[in-house]
Nanobody, 125 residues
Framework: QLQLVESGGGLVQTGGSLRLSCVAS?????????????MGWYRQAPGKQRELVAT???????NYLDSVKGRFTISRDNAKDTVYLQMNSLKPEDTALYYC??????????????WGQGTQVTVSS
C-alpha cells in the first residue's frame, strides 16, 4: 500500500506562485523499482475532465502539459519519495483541484496506480 499526502494549495492572485508537495509513504520502494515508474500531478476543474499536468519518472525524465510549459516545474527529492510542483505565473485557468499520482510497476508483470486526496488551487483575477 502506498499513501500520497498533498499540501501547498491555496488562493493566489494572477501572476502569483504556489509550490505543491506530495509525500509518499508505505511501500515507497516500488517508486524506484523501474526507471520509467512515474509520479505526477493531475488537475480537474468543476465540470471539466481531469488532465495530466506534469510527470517525472524515477529515471529523471519530465513531461508537461503544453499550457504549463515554461511556468510549472516538477521535481523530486533525493530519496524520490516526495514530488513537488512549482507553479509560477499562475493564471485563472489554472484554478482546479490538483491530485498527486504514482503509477508504474511493482514487478514486471504487476502494475500500480495510486492517488492523493487532492489540494485546491484557486487563482483570482
Amino acid at each position: 500500500q502506498l499513501q500520497l499526502v498533498e499540501s501547498g494549495g491555496g488562493l493566489v492572485q494572477t501572476g502569483g506562485s504556489l509550490r505543491l508537495s506530495c509525500v509518499a509513504s508505505g511501500s515507497t520502494f516500488i517508486i524506484n523499482r523501474y526507471s520509467d515508474n512515474a509520479m505526477g500531478w493531475y488537475r480537474q476543474a468543476p465540470g471539466k475532465q481531469r488532465e495530466l499536468v506534469a510527470t517525472i519518472t524515477s529515471g529523471g525524465n519530465t513531461n508537461y502539459l503544453d499550457s504549463v510549459k515554461g511556468r510549472f516545474t516538477i521535481s523530486r527529492d533525493n530519496a524520490k519519495d516526495t514530488v513537488y510542483l512549482q507553479m509560477n505565473s499562475l493564471k485563472p485557468e489554472d484554478t482546479a483541484l490538483y491530485y498527486c499520482n504514482a503509477k508504474g510497476r511493482e514487478l514486471s508483470w504487476r502494475q500500480y496506480d495510486y492517488w492523493g486526496q487532492g489540494t485546491q488551487v484557486t487563482v483570482s483575477s
